[in-house]
T-cell receptor, first 113, second 115 residues
């Protein structure tokens, strides 16, 4: 079975500092995409960043970047210069069975002022 | 603006009742999904549909039913057979019928509570 594991149920970070959220996954597929979603207190799911598995270069979107280690099946999210608005639950996800996403259990991130 | 609309935002169900959650999209997406979210857990797939008039069970389909009569609409019925329906329900869509390479677009969710 294809699974996604987020080993950090909760994390906190001071405003303006950097934090890294971990995600590991298990798949037998070769070409796939990986995603990080953010769910703020409004509960609206927002796509944060997307990584193509066949690209060696790590994806970056403004203050968000990933550290993708394909051989280790690791896909961590780094948030630089953390802001209060980054407080949310973060989910990593990837496609399974070719056409649907499986999600990790999530990491609650609290940014403190 | 294109997007996904879920209604209602809050729904209360009495024991033994069936209730239907609405999900409508105007993104011209082929695929639509229903997920359930419980506290402390990730999203679990209930049903999905890649094309009109076709749908497949996800990991937790028991006690739920769906239909896909129109491309834009994918309603979810929570039946009385679902013993623990209190949860947050999310509808999502993606373009194409293959892998969701650009991820999903999500609705804003429906909070269902059994009273």
């Amino acid at each position: 079975a294809q699974t996604v594991t987020q080993s950090q149920p909760e994390m906190s970070v001071q405003e303006a500092e950097t934090v890294t959220l971990s995600c590991t996954y298990d798949t037998s597929e070769n070409n796939y995409y990986l995603f990080w979603y953010k769910q703020p207190p409004s509960r609206q799911m927002i796509l944060v960043i997307r990584q193509e598995a066949y690209k060696q270069q790590n994806a970056t979107e403004n203050r968000f970047s990933v550290n993708f280690q394909k051989a280790a099946k690791s896909f961590s999210l780094k948030i630089s210069d953390s802001q209060l608005g980054d407080t949310a639950m973060y989910f990593c996800a990837f496609p399974t069975g070719g056409n649907k996403l499986v999600f990790g259990a999530g990491t609650i991130l609290r940014v403190k002022s | 603006d294109g997007g996904i609309t879920q209604s209602p935002k809050y729904l209360f169900r009495k024991e033994g009742q069936n209730v239907t959650l609405s999900c409508e999209q105007n993104l011209n997406h082929d695929a639509m999904y229903w997920y359930r979210q419980d506290p402390g857990q990730g999203l679990r797939l209930i049903y999905y549909s890649q094309i009109v008039n076709d749908f497949q069970k996800g990991d937790i389909a028991e006690g739920y039913s769906v239909s896909r009569e129109k491309k834009e609409s994918f309603p979810l019925t929570v039946t009385s057979a679902q013993k623990n329906p209190t949860a947050f329900y999310l509808c999502a869509s993606s373009s194409g019928q293959g892998p969701p390479n650009y991820g999903y677009t999500f609705g804003s969710g429906t909070r269902l509570t059994v009273v």
